[in-house]
């Protein structure tokens, strides 16, 4: 990997795409099914990170998500991703989502999530990164934010190795 002397920062393109709820996405409450909407979290988090990077990217591990406000069929899931804290082959893309009801505009916020996201080589291997610059407030307070959930992330992922051993 590249040293921190050596390393490019490269600016990271945010993603701001659009779904629509379908019938299929539905839990029996009628409002959209939470694995479903955290799929499409988890897809938007790998394309950010993945056409920042020129890499493939696995997720390695999701902080909690707070489902704020349900989504509804024939509603707009729109869904914003960017890339908030790099590490050497890991990064954090912050997903937000809201719900966009089509015939009267009205935009309700649902949920956010952070995922860790690793890129790899050919071999599977975890490959170095590129810098994100940081300049804004809200850049440096997403960076810090993202930093001190990856070390609880990690915390986690030692704890659960922990109980695989067991
Ligand atoms: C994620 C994965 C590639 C990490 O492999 P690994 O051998 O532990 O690699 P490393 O220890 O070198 O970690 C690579 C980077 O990921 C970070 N990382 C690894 N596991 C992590 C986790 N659970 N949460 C946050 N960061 C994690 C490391 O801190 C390291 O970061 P850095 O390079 O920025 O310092 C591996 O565990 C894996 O393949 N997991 C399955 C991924 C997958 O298939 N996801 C889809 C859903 S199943």
Same mark, same amino acid.
């Given at each position: 990997m590249a040293s921190e002397k050596q390393r490019e920062t490269r600016r990271a393109e945010p993603l701001e795409t659009f779904e629509v709820v379908f019938p299929? @996405?539905?839990n029996p409450m009628h409002t959209m099914f939470g694995g479903a909407v955290v799929a499409l979290m988890d897809k938007a988090a790998g394309i950010v990170v993945s056409r920042w990077a020129r890499r493939p990217a696995v997720t390695a591990s999701i902080d909690a998500i707070q489902f704020l406000t349900p989504l509804r069929q024939g509603q707009m899931v729109q869904i914003s991703a960017h890339v908030v804290y790099v590490g050497k082959s890991s990064c954090m893309a912050r997903v937000q989502v809201w719900g966009n @009801?089509? &015939? &009267?505009g009205d935009r309700h916020f649902c949920c956010e999530g952070y995922f860790t996201m690793v890129t790899m080589d050919a071999n599977f291997r975890p490959v170095g990164l590129p810098l994100i610059p940081v300049e804004s407030d809200e850049e440096k307070t997403q960076w810090e934010y993202a930093r001190q959930i990856k070390q609880a992330m990690l915390e986690r992922r030692d704890r659960a190795r922990r109980m695989e051993e067991e």
């Open positions: 299929q @996405d539905l @009801d089509i &015939s &009267s």
